[in-house]
């Protein structure tokens, strides 16, 4: 069975920074593309950024290019997403993702990940 998990989030105030952590199990985690997606309060959920099977290839929302930076460690069955300068338009409800397969440029699209966390709150205030 397959397990995302998430851990890291919290509240910070803006400018600040957090780091979040999505622990895979019984899932071939080095295979696919995995991603990170948010969702606020009355408003659907986004893709965030997305990382390739070996971290070549990454993708960024443009709105938080610049600041936010995915990784994988594929030894440790983790994904990462470090969070800076964040904004209170960050906050939102943060979860991680997995593929079946490659990246592509639809990586945003929900409907390319198969398994997905339960999700780690963010929240920023001004």
């Known amino acids: 069975q397959v397990q995302l998990v998430e851990s890291g989030g919290g509240s910070v105030q803006s400018g600040g920074s957090l780091s979040l952590s999505c622990a895979a199990s019984?899932?071939?985690?080095?295979?696919?593309?995995m991603g990170w997606f948010r969702q606020a309060p009355g408003k659907e959920r986004e893709g965030v950024s997305a990382?390739?099977?070996?971290?070549?290839?990454?993708y960024y929302a443009d709105s938080v290019k610049g600041r936010f930076t995915i990784s994988r460690d594929n030894a440790k069955n983790t994904l990462y997403l470090q969070m800076n300068s964040l904004k209170p338009e960050d906050t939102a409800m943060y979860y991680c993702?997995?593929?079946?397969?490659?990246?592509?440029?639809?990586?945003?699209?929900?409907?390319?990940?198969?398994?997905w966390g339960q999700g780690t709150q963010v929240t920023v205030s001004s």
């Open positions: 019984g899932y071939t985690y080095s295979s696919g593309c």
């Open positions: 990382i390739s099977r070996t971290g070549t290839f990454t």
């Open positions: 993702a997995a593929a079946a397969d490659f990246c592509s440029d639809s990586w945003s699209s929900m409907v390319q990940y198969t398994y």
